[in-house]
């Protein structure tokens, strides 16, 4: 285990002797109201409230409120997410009778986090530099060849990255055998996909 090739396995399987998570923590909401900035400066937010028929003040008004709720989103979401995550590693580790410790699969979804948020954060900085709205573009799904289609954007890369992250927690973290990990993040692609399409149709 401790020589396997997969990418961010070693550090993975350290984590099941030695959790580290507060760092992981921590730059996880940094770059992710780095994130946020960089959205926000990139974005006319103001573009379609002007449609509404508002005032300027209120516009102002309205675009301070999202802002503001949007940092704060930016702090909780991520920290949401890391705590589903965990539930999520804990609970098949607990029905595949692994022994790993709840420490660490908490420490291993912190650094899942953050590996998917750098990679959040490079592909918003790269579309800012082309002049780019994140919000309304996508360049790292399949909706690239169609924005306006929300059934493509659910084939997204930052899927599979997650993917692969959730069946090297599995591997290196929780020690599961290499068929039990591709059935498992089949399964989590099944599930992500589905939820995907199932919200693209609503």
Known sequence: MKHSNLLFAPTLNNYRERPKWLMNLILVIILSVASIWITSITTDLTADLKETGLSEPEIDQMSTFTTVFAYIGGILAPIIGIAFSFLIFLIISKIMKSDVKA?????????????TTIFNLIVIVIMAIVGLDPVKYS???????????????????STLLAAYLFGVVLYATSRFKGKTVVIWTVIYLVVVVGIGLIQASI
Not at 143 to 157: E, T
């Open 103 to 115: 420490s660490s699969l908490f420490a291993s979804a912190t650094l899942v986090k953050l590996i």
């Open 139 to 157: 360049i790292t799904s399949l909706a690239v060849f169609s924005q306006s289609n929300d059934y493509l954007g659910v084939f997204d890369l």
